[in-house]
């Protein structure tokens, strides 16, 4: 039998329209104890949550007393002087910026003879 016979045992001709089987995955069950367990947190959540929103037109909730109030008034105004202190560093790390490439293109852009000489002050008058 010839090698290079040109009989239709070639293995491309036997995979022609196959396709490779993957078994889908058994869909897994749940733990009943998981999902009671997580219905519960839930629930604890949802009334955390809800006590949140009432608490500032709950006059009895502990949280919406006036030091309740007070606390997050100090807090927000944290908040304010950290991004305040944060928007002036930018703009001052910008003027920086700016002064340093300003400095430096007026370095770069000076007469040529005085860069040549290396005396500062001296100029060397180019006419003849």
Do not use: C
């Not at 502990?62 to 991004?83: E, F, T, W, Y």
Request: aromatic share 6%.
């Amino acid at each position: 039998m010839d090698i290079l016979d040109t009989s239709e045992d070639w293995i491309h001709s036997m995979i022609k329209g196959s396709s490779v089987y993957v078994p889908k995955p058994a869909p897994k069950e749940r733990n009943p104890e998981l999902d009671r367990i997580m219905e519960e947190i839930k629930a604890q959540v949802a009334e955390k949550e809800y006590q949140r929103m009432i608490s500032s037109i709950d006059p009895s909730s502990k949280n919406g007393s006036i030091a309740s109030g007070l606390r997050q008034d100090l807090k927000d105004m944290q908040d304010v002087k950290a991004h305040t202190i944060g928007i002036i560093n930018v703009l001052y790390t910008g003027a920086a910026v700016f002064t340093a490439v300003f400095m430096i293109s007026a370095h770069f852009t000076e007469d040529l003879g005085k860069s040549v000489t290396g005396v500062p002050g001296v100029r060397v008058d180019r006419r003849l």
